[in-house]
Structure formats: C-alpha cells, structure tokens
Nanobody, 124 residues
Framework: VQLQASGGGLVQAGGSLRLSCAAS????????MGWFRQAPGKEREFVAA????????FYADSVKGRFTISRDNAKNTVYLQMNALKPEDTAAYYC??????????????????WGQGTLVTVSS
C-alpha cells in the first residue's frame, strides 16, 4: 500500500487549499482514511477522517466548519478541502489509511499506512 499526498503550498490567511491523497491497493474503498498534521516542534495530531463508505466523517474541533474531507473510491483518492486557513494551520499534512476492521477514526494508533506528507504554510 502506498499513499501519495499532494496539494500543499504557501497561502495567505483566509485562503484555501485542497490536498489530495492517491492510494494504491484494490481494497481502498474498504479503508477508513484520515488526515493528520504535524507542526514544527509539536506532535502529530488528528485533523479529519472519513469512513470507507463516506457515510461518516469526523473532525478535530480546531478545523470543524473550515475543513471538509471527502473521497472518490473510483479514483482511490481522498481529499481535504481547507478554507479560511489560519497561520496556526501551518504544518506538514499526512494522509493515512486504516484497513478494516476500522478503529476509532481519530486515533493515530489505528492507522497502519502513511503518506509522505505535504507542507502547508499559511502566512499572516
């Protein structure tokens, strides 16, 4: 299983970015997919997750109402639309996959496969 994240960049506060994560693997549609982020000097933290059938989504309080996670199982891709970005959103963003049976969706320990990260920088 390989995960390839892309879409990071430099954006001004209040702006938007869309991250993508392309996954290999024939059973992608059965995985819970998540996004995590890690700022310099801080631990990796949960951002958002989506269940295999996209019936459930879960967000960290810090991004609720600004970020939207979605998936296209036909393209083996999960997205993170980030709006109203703030300087504190600056971090490396990682996508991750949790094969079935799925865990809590929000715990870093439930995710087995990780992408390489894409850097998001929000300037004030």
């Amino acid at each position: 299983v390989q995960l390839q994240a892309s879409g990071g960049g430099l954006v001004q506060a209040g702006g938007s970015l869309r991250l993508s994560c392309a996954a290999s693997g024939r059973t992608f549609s059965r995985w819970t997919m998540g996004w995590f982020r890690q700022a310099p000097g801080k631990e990796r933290e949960f951002v958002a997750a989506i269940s295999w059938g996209a019936g459930r989504t879960f967000y960290a309080d810090s991004v609720k109402g600004r970020f939207t996670i979605s998936r296209d199982n036909a393209k083996n891709t999960v997205y993170l639309q980030m709006n109203a970005l703030k300087p504190e959103d600056t971090a490396a963003y990682y996508c991750a996959a949790d094969p079935p049976p799925s865990g809590s969706m929000w715990s870093i320990h439930d995710y087995e496969y990780w992408g390489q990260g894409t850097l998001v920088t929000v300037s004030s």
